[in-house]
């Protein structure tokens, strides 16, 4: 019925989405949703999501905190408001999300299941059953407080939740999908995998089903006091010797700094993306091109999102390179450039628009840029990391960079001390020169 599929270890992050960037994660999270079902069908879109690199990396792309956790909430919180309107028309259905909204998960999806007509009693039951295995079977230290559901018209499904562990300041994600296996509570998951934190309880292991059926026939004979009797009676006996590792599932631990260090990138990948977008990319589809404002930064933009519509999994390894695509909402690895932001969104629409008309020519243009990346990076060199930082923080207020500390001013980036200051007051500042809706994309050429 279900079976892990990887995790994640983050390190913690509290704060939220500003509503700018919200919604842009909203629009861009949804028509890069539709672009992924009409190429590859709506069973690689859970696939992927199930991936915990991809899922990352997705996050990134869309200017969340490349490395945090809270690319998780934002991810779900973007994809459950921007597929509620196609819903009808993809069938697809994200439910759930953090705190309240993940206990209200079984409500939403017997509601979902009584309009659609998959069994929403039953989706209902798996949904409290692997908010279970992560949070009881397995007791890894980690207090779940997030869980999405995301399920489509056929029944089949994705869960991504995240629980906490606050002594170590880390968040870790389990992806889950529905598949072939036929037990929740017996080796529902491939591995179990992390950073090592100490002794776990894994009660869903195969060799644990004795231990399982103790525990019923314990409660059973003896009772809840006596139980507790001889529990605190076994307290002190030397550990059993650690089980056989099991098999390596796909884990991704990302590292506590902020800023994205070359360690962090592949630069061969990223110099491929931004050779393709100068030399390939304008010449090999011009329709592209004719989409109002749209200069060589967001064709760079571009085709690092292409990549995250049909790179394979081995191609998210590194998911700081993505966030080279549209910055983050903390100014790392530099401030969201909106201007740049918003007509990839535009670019994406049209294309995905007159797919649906028949007109593929758009979205295979966006395809033949992924591809003529991955050639260029055998050949292609480009600017150091630190040095294509610098020119994208020299040209942000250029490209309307913004972040949760306001519009970026012209000139040099502010200092840390700049970052006490509201943005209300640097919005009236930046909107008293220019109008930024009303700018034209620089050319970098």
């Not at 009409?38 to 990352?56: C, K, M, N, V």
């Not at 870790?172 to 491939?190: D, I, M, N």
Request: hydrophobic share 40%; proline share 6%; glycine share 12%.
């Amino acid at each position: 019925m279900a079976r892990r599929t990887g995790g994640a270890d983050l390190p913690l992050h509290h704060g939220r989405v500003p509503a700018w960037l919200g919604q842009r994660m909203a629009r861009l999270g949804a028509v890069m949703a539709e672009a992924i079902i009409h190429h590859y069908g709506r069973d690689e879109f859970l696939a992927r999501l199930a991936h915990p690199f991809w899922f990352q990396s997705f996050g990134a792309v869309m200017g969340m905190d490349w490395h945090s956790s809270g690319i998780t909430t934002s991810v779900i919180g973007a994809l459950k408001r921007g597929l509620a309107p196609l819903a009808g028309e993809i069938g697809l259905h994200v439910c759930g999300g953090r705190g309240r909204h993940s206990r209200a998960t079984p409500a939403e999806l017997v509601a979902i299941g009584g309009r659609v007509g998959f069994d929403g009693e039953g989706l209902a039951r798996a949904s409290r059953l692997v908010a279970k295995v992560d949070s009881a079977a397995v007791q890894d230290g980690f207090d779940l407080y997030l869980h999405g559901f995301i399920v489509a018209d056929d029944g089949q499904w994705v869960v991504v939740q995240q629980g906490m562990n606050g002594d170590s300041r880390l968040a870790r994600r389990y992806h889950w999908q529905s598949a072939g296996l036929a037990s929740f509570v017996e080796a529902p998951h491939a591995a179990i995998d992390g950073r090592n934190q100490g002794r776990i309880v894994n009660l869903t292991d195969r060799r644990a089903a004795a231990a399982r059926g103790g525990q019923l026939d314990l409660l059973r004979d003896l009772g809840p006091d006596r139980l507790v009797r001889e529990v605190a009676r076994l307290e002190g006996k030397p550990e059993e010797p650690a089980a056989p590792a099991q098999a390596t599932l796909p884990h991704l631990v990302l590292p506590g700094h902020h800023e994205v260090r070359p360690s962090d990138v592949m630069l061969r990948r990223l110099h491929g993306a931004l050779a393709a977008a100068a030399e390939a990319g304008p010449a090999d589809f011009p329709e592209l091109l004719l989409v109002p404002g749209v200069g060589a930064r967001t064709v760079r933009a571009l085709a690092l999102v292409a990549e995250v519509l049909h790179g394979a999994p081995c191609r998210f390894a590194d998911p700081a390179r993505f966030s080279l695509a549209h910055g983050g909402k903390d100014r790392h690895p530099y401030p969201v450039p909106t201007l740049v932001y918003d007509r990839t969104i535009a670019v994406l629409k049209a294309a995905v628009a007159q797919a649906k008309l028949g007109q593929d020519e758009r979205l295979d243009a966006i395809r033949r840029l992924d591809r003529q990346a991955r050639r260029l990076e055998r050949t292609a060199t480009g600017p150091s990391l630190p040095d294509f930082i610098a020119e994208e923080d020299r040209r942000s207020a250029e490209y309307g960079g913004r972040s949760v500390f306001g519009w970026e001013a012209s000139g040099d980036r502010p200092s840390a001390a700049d970052t006490a200051e509201s943005e209300q007051p640097l919005r009236r500042k930046r909107e008293s020169g220019r109008a930024i809706g009303r700018q034209r994309e620089p050319s970098t050429s």
